[in-house]
């Protein structure tokens, strides 16, 4: 289904095909504390194993894996991925980091998750993508309700950080789902 992935252009980013190409600013961005503890990850990863995953991506065709590059400069700013496809049921997942505090509050999360969204529903007809974010993302829970995202539900205490439990919100948009509109530039 998502064999011929395309770049995904905006105003403010480029969704290129997730390759090795990104490799020195993807290992800085996973080794982030702010973006570890936003996206719940505990692991640590070698750069090898990192380099061999990237260079896999494109033989994947039951998922999208796009690097989030600054449009005009083409500067690394994060990932975009649609993975766990189920094609009986035309739905998939989404999630979406962007790398540190630098890329944050500049509105690419928000442009990326509305690009990645216009493909999935739009091109590749599927029905439903859903998410799940962390209760202590608040900034990532309204890109995803500006972008269309309804609440579904709540696994409570899924995820222990340092601080303790912590809920994992549940969201979803359908393709019957009205989306708000871009904001006009």
């Known amino acids: ?16 095909p997730l390759t090795e190409a990104v490799l020195a600013d993807y290992l800085v961005g996973l080794a982030d504390p702010e973006v570890t503890r ?21 033989a994947q065709h039951d998922r999208a894996d796009w690097a989030v590059l600054r449009r005009g400069g083409g500067r690394f700013l994060g990932e975009a991925v649609l993975n766990d496809l ?14 540190g505090p630098r890329a944050y509050g500049n509105g690419y999360g928000t442009e ?14 599927l029905h439903r993508v859903s998410l799940g974010v962390l209760d202590f993302n608040p900034r990532a829970h309204r890109v995803y309700e500006k972008c269309g ?15 303790g439990w912590h809920d994992e919100l549940v969201m979803s948009v359908l393709s019957t789902d009205p989306r708000p509109p871009a904001p006009a530039t």
């Open 38 to 58: 936003l996206t719940g990850t505990h692991a640590s990863f070698e750069p090898a194993q990192v380099e061999q995953w990237l260079s896999s991506r494109q």
């Open 149 to 163: 995202f309804r609440l579904e539900g709540r696994l409570r205490e899924a995820v222990r950080w340092d601080d």
């Open 112 to 125: 990326a998750t509305r690009l990645v969204l216009d493909y999935a529903l739009g091109t590749v007809g």
């Open 86 to 99: 189920d094609p009986e049921n035309a739905s998939v997942n989404y999630r979406i980091w962007l790398a």
């Open 1 to 16: 289904m998502f064999s011929d992935q395309p770049v995904l252009t905006g105003e403010l980013v480029r969704l290129e």
